[in-house]
């Protein structure tokens, strides 16, 4: 098995960095990476974390399970990558202060382009490709409190491609009890994930803890994420057991409902949290003059709507939503579907 300066053979885990583009003064974000080659063929697993620098919980959960992973013991290969954002990450930063742009945004990449545009593309074509499952974990850094797969609209939920029926699985697997997707065009254009899955390569996106909600349920969420990569291990049929989940249902949500900020700055105050249900017209937070108190906005949900993540920093500038809410779309029920994946070979992509 060989990422791009790296390699591991059958039983191997070997470690080293995926060599990147460097900056004028000479700056190289090189990516960390683990290599866990197998000792019996199978398909190849991916999990990174902190490609968004500020969100950790899923790179420590990624560290437990490689103390975990014994190469001899599974079939196929995983790729693990504690921090694909090393400039974010030491920063504490979604971005990359390099040249300011998010590399999660970037895929494919670009060879000549900037410093991130050329790490999205070295990671692309040396990780990402060889990947036939990828679990990409974020949370809510500083500004909310998140629990849920998060996984991309299908372009015809009444005929679901063979890679949406995959990631359907996943989405169950996992092990949490909430699922969420976005509307076409809700964020914009999601070509990053449309470029992933054009690779072959089925993604899910987690999005887990952060704010307040790291100190009181942080360790709750280290031990479930890196529980739901042993699930997909499971469901991928690289090791045997059962699966461990939150319980017997995963809902998923119409996560379709934005609350924006209005055109005013000031302390941001949310009245309705987590799993609250809100109805049209509903007051969801505040925003008041930090000095004086007075009352200079009203954020109302547009429609009905459960609270999916929860917060925003408190002096919130800028144009930004500020929560985000979902209708239910379906209830998946874990004791009578089918979580194992069929996963055909590179060379039938």
């Known amino acids: 098995m060989k990422v791009g300066n790296l390699a591991a053979r059958p039983g191997e885990h070997v470690f080293g960095y995926l060599k990147m583009a460097a900056s004028r003064s000479g700056l190289s974000p090189d990516i960390p990476v683990h290599l866990f080659a197998g000792a019996e063929p199978g398909p190849t697993l991916l999990v990174q974390g902190a490609i968004h620098g500020g969100e950790i919980i899923g790179s420590i959960a990624i560290l437990n399970f490689i103390q975990k992973l014994n190469p001899q013991t599974f079939k196929g290969q995983v790729i ?15 971005g990359s202060r390099i040249d ?28 990402v490709r060889q990947a036939h499952v990828m679990v990409d974990f974020h949370a809510g850094a500083r500004t909310a409190y998140e629990r849920y797969v998060l996984f991309s609209a299908e372009g015809d939920p009444n005929h679901p491609t063979d890679l949406e029926l995959m990631r359907r699985k996943l ?55 890196e529980r739901g990569i042993w699930n997909i291990m499971k469901a991928m049929r690289m090791i045997d057991g059962p699966f461990e989940t939150d319980g017997d249902t995963c809902t998923v949500y119409n996560a379709g409902v934005v609350i924006w900020k209005p055109d005013v700055d000031g302390l941001f105050v949310r009245l309705k949290g987590f799993k609250d249900e809100l109805k049209a017209g509903e007051v969801y937070a505040h925003l008041v003059d930090p000095y004086t108190g007075d009352l200079l906005a009203e954020m109302k949900t547009p429609r009905d709507g459960i609270v999916i993540p929860s917060g925003q920093e408190w002096p919130t500038i800028g144009a930004t939503s500020v929560g ?18 069929t996963i055909e070979p590179f060379s039938a992509r």
Do not use: C, M
């Open 80 to 94: 693990a990558v504690p921090v694909v954002n090393r400039a974010g990450f030491e920063l504490g930063e979604r």
């Open 171 to 225: 989405v169950v697997a996992f092990g949490l009890d909430q699922a969420a997707f976005f509307p076409p065009g809700t964020f914009g254009n999601n070509s990053a994930k449309e470029a992933i899955e054009a690779a072959g390569v089925a993604q899910i996106t987690l999005e887990f803890g952060g704010g307040t909600g790291w100190f009181h349920n942080g360790a709750d969420n280290v031990r479930d994420a």
């Open 324 to 341: 985000i809410l979902g209708t239910i779309d379906r209830v998946e029920d874990r004791r009578s579907a089918d979580l194992y994946l």
């Open 100 to 127: 300011g742009k998010d590399i999660s945004r970037l895929f494919p990449g670009k060879k000549n382009g900037s410093v991130s545009d050329q790490v999205a593309y070295t990671y692309f074509e040396e990780v």
